[in-house]
Protein backbone atom coordinates (compact mmCIF):
# COMPACT_ATOMS: atom_id res chain seq x y z
CA UNK A 1 0.00 0.00 0.00
CA UNK A 2 1.60 3.17 -0.69
CA UNK A 3 1.85 6.55 1.53
CA UNK A 4 -0.40 9.13 1.46
CA UNK A 5 0.63 12.85 1.16
CA UNK A 6 -2.45 13.68 3.64
CA UNK A 7 -0.78 15.02 7.41
CA UNK A 8 -2.10 12.94 10.29
CA UNK A 9 -0.04 10.94 12.61
CA UNK A 10 2.33 8.85 11.25
CA UNK A 11 3.52 5.41 13.43
CA UNK A 12 6.98 3.77 11.97
CA UNK A 13 7.16 0.35 13.60
CA UNK A 14 10.74 -1.38 13.60
CA UNK A 15 10.07 -5.49 13.65
CA UNK A 16 12.66 -7.97 14.09
CA UNK A 17 11.68 -11.09 11.91
CA UNK A 18 12.55 -14.54 13.13
CA UNK A 19 14.99 -16.09 10.52
CA UNK A 20 13.07 -18.03 7.61
CA UNK A 21 9.80 -16.93 9.02
CA UNK A 22 10.17 -13.94 6.01
CA UNK A 23 6.70 -15.02 4.17
CA UNK A 24 4.68 -16.01 7.08
CA UNK A 25 6.04 -12.10 8.06
CA UNK A 26 4.56 -10.99 4.94
CA UNK A 27 1.30 -12.56 5.16
CA UNK A 28 0.81 -10.99 8.62
CA UNK A 29 1.63 -7.63 7.84
CA UNK A 30 -0.75 -7.87 4.77
CA UNK A 31 -3.26 -9.01 7.44
CA UNK A 32 -2.38 -6.26 9.78
CA UNK A 33 -1.87 -3.32 7.41
CA UNK A 34 -5.57 -4.68 5.72
CA UNK A 35 -7.10 -4.39 9.34
CA UNK A 36 -5.75 -0.73 9.90
CA UNK A 37 -7.28 0.23 6.55
CA UNK A 38 -10.79 -0.24 7.22
CA UNK A 39 -10.17 1.85 10.56
CA UNK A 40 -12.12 5.20 10.58
CA UNK A 41 -9.23 7.69 9.56
CA UNK A 42 -6.96 5.53 8.11
CA UNK A 43 -4.71 7.65 5.67
CA UNK A 44 -1.95 5.16 4.44
CA UNK A 45 0.49 2.10 5.13
CA UNK A 46 3.87 0.58 4.12
CA UNK A 47 6.58 -1.69 4.62
CA UNK A 48 10.56 -0.95 4.45
CA UNK A 49 12.53 -3.82 3.94
CA UNK A 50 15.56 -4.24 5.86
CA UNK A 51 19.01 -3.32 5.08
CA UNK A 52 20.50 -6.16 3.14
CA UNK A 53 21.67 -8.91 5.72
CA UNK A 54 19.53 -7.48 8.34
CA UNK A 55 15.88 -8.85 9.90
CA UNK A 56 14.43 -5.12 11.12
CA UNK A 57 11.60 -4.17 8.85
CA UNK A 58 9.89 -1.16 9.16
CA UNK A 59 5.58 -1.39 9.24
CA UNK A 60 4.47 2.35 8.30
CA UNK A 61 0.94 3.71 9.04
CA UNK A 62 -0.58 7.06 9.08
CA UNK A 63 -4.27 7.68 11.10
CA UNK A 64 -5.27 11.04 10.42
CA UNK A 65 -6.31 11.84 14.57
CA UNK A 66 -4.85 10.68 17.93
CA UNK A 67 -8.56 9.40 18.46
CA UNK A 68 -8.81 7.30 15.39
CA UNK A 69 -4.90 6.07 15.80
CA UNK A 70 -5.82 5.44 19.53
CA UNK A 71 -9.12 3.36 18.24
CA UNK A 72 -6.85 1.36 15.94
CA UNK A 73 -4.38 0.73 18.87
CA UNK A 74 -6.81 -0.69 20.97
CA UNK A 75 -8.91 -2.86 19.02
CA UNK A 76 -9.02 -6.22 19.50
CA UNK A 77 -8.62 -7.12 15.67
CA UNK A 78 -5.17 -5.55 16.63
CA UNK A 79 -3.91 -7.35 19.44
CA UNK A 80 -5.22 -10.60 18.08
CA UNK A 81 -3.15 -9.90 15.06
CA UNK A 82 -0.19 -8.96 17.24
CA UNK A 83 -0.78 -12.03 19.16
CA UNK A 84 -0.71 -14.31 16.37
CA UNK A 85 2.53 -12.32 15.22
CA UNK A 86 4.20 -13.07 18.24
CA UNK A 87 5.97 -16.38 17.76
CA UNK A 88 8.05 -14.76 14.87
CA UNK A 89 8.08 -10.74 14.80
CA UNK A 90 9.40 -9.29 17.48
CA UNK A 91 8.87 -4.91 18.05
CA UNK A 92 12.50 -3.39 18.33
CA UNK A 93 11.24 0.46 18.41
CA UNK A 94 8.04 2.44 17.63
CA UNK A 95 8.09 5.48 16.70
CA UNK A 96 5.08 8.71 16.40
CA UNK A 97 5.50 11.67 13.87
CA UNK A 98 3.32 14.61 14.00
CA UNK A 99 3.23 18.23 14.18
CA UNK A 100 7.06 19.77 13.95
CA UNK A 101 8.20 16.01 13.44
CA UNK A 102 6.28 15.26 10.66
CA UNK A 103 7.34 18.13 8.92
CA UNK A 104 11.16 16.93 9.36
CA UNK A 105 11.03 13.35 8.55
CA UNK A 106 13.87 12.11 6.68
CA UNK A 107 12.66 11.29 3.30
CA UNK A 108 13.94 7.68 3.24
CA UNK A 109 14.65 4.96 5.74
CA UNK A 110 14.04 4.88 9.20
CA UNK A 111 12.63 8.73 10.30
CA UNK A 112 15.35 10.86 11.93
CA UNK A 113 16.08 14.66 12.78
CA UNK A 114 17.93 17.20 11.26
CA UNK A 115 20.36 19.24 13.49
CA UNK A 116 18.09 21.56 15.73
CA UNK A 117 20.02 24.94 14.41
CA UNK A 118 18.93 23.87 10.47
CA UNK A 119 15.38 22.91 11.87
CA UNK A 120 15.30 26.60 13.59
CA UNK A 121 16.67 28.49 11.11
CA UNK A 122 14.36 26.87 8.46
CA UNK A 123 10.87 27.41 10.52
CA UNK A 124 11.89 31.03 11.65
CA UNK A 125 12.89 32.07 8.48
CA UNK A 126 8.62 30.53 6.91
CA UNK A 127 6.96 32.12 10.02
CA UNK A 128 8.90 35.54 8.96
CA UNK A 129 7.76 35.43 5.71
CA UNK A 130 4.63 34.21 5.53
CA UNK A 131 3.94 36.80 8.92
CA UNK A 132 4.72 39.60 6.81
CA UNK A 133 3.01 38.32 3.31
CA UNK A 134 -0.08 37.56 5.64
CA UNK A 135 0.10 40.54 7.55
CA UNK A 136 0.28 42.94 4.46
CA UNK A 137 -2.51 41.28 2.69
CA UNK A 138 -4.90 41.04 5.46
CA UNK A 139 -4.16 44.61 7.14
CA UNK A 140 -6.89 46.33 4.91
CA UNK A 141 -9.67 44.25 5.86
CA UNK A 142 -8.52 43.37 9.34
CA UNK A 143 -7.25 47.29 10.13
CA UNK A 144 -9.89 47.84 12.58
CA UNK A 145 -9.75 44.79 14.37
CA UNK A 146 -9.14 44.70 18.02
CA UNK A 147 -5.46 43.32 18.33
CA UNK A 148 -6.79 39.62 19.31
CA UNK A 149 -8.61 38.91 16.18
CA UNK A 150 -6.14 40.50 14.08
CA UNK A 151 -3.83 38.38 15.27
CA UNK A 152 -5.94 35.39 14.62
CA UNK A 153 -6.87 36.52 11.40
CA UNK A 154 -3.06 36.00 10.42
CA UNK A 155 -2.01 32.81 13.04
CA UNK A 156 -4.71 30.38 11.80
CA UNK A 157 -3.66 31.22 8.24
CA UNK A 158 -0.30 30.89 8.51
CA UNK A 159 -0.03 27.94 10.94
CA UNK A 160 -2.80 26.33 8.14
CA UNK A 161 -0.45 27.13 5.55
CA UNK A 162 2.91 25.90 7.24
CA UNK A 163 0.84 22.48 8.48
CA UNK A 164 -0.30 21.49 4.98
CA UNK A 165 1.35 23.19 2.68
CA UNK A 166 4.82 25.40 2.89
CA UNK A 167 6.54 22.94 5.19
CA UNK A 168 6.05 19.37 3.91
CA UNK A 169 6.95 20.82 0.52
CA UNK A 170 10.41 22.82 1.81
CA UNK A 171 11.19 20.07 3.88
CA UNK A 172 10.98 18.16 0.92
CA UNK A 173 12.87 20.54 -1.65
CA UNK A 174 15.91 21.08 1.01
CA UNK A 175 16.16 17.51 2.64
CA UNK A 176 19.64 17.38 1.07
CA UNK A 177 20.69 20.41 2.90
CA UNK A 178 18.31 19.06 6.30
CA UNK A 179 19.87 15.96 6.26
CA UNK A 180 23.49 16.60 5.01
CA UNK A 181 25.79 15.67 7.99
CA UNK A 182 29.15 17.84 8.57
CA UNK A 183 32.25 16.81 6.66
CA UNK A 184 34.96 14.69 8.85
Not at 1 to 24: N, Q
Not at 131 to 157: E, H, K, M, N, Y
Amino acid sequence: MAMTGTDGITVVVAREVAPGREDEFHHWVDDLLAAAQRCPGFLGSGLLEPAPGGAVWHVVYRFDSPEHLAAWEGSAERARLLEHGAEFVHTVAVRRLDGMDAWFAAPAGPPARPPRWKTFLMTATVILVLQFVLSSLLRPLVGDWPLLLRTAAVIIPLVALMTWVVMPRLSHWLAGWLYRSRPS
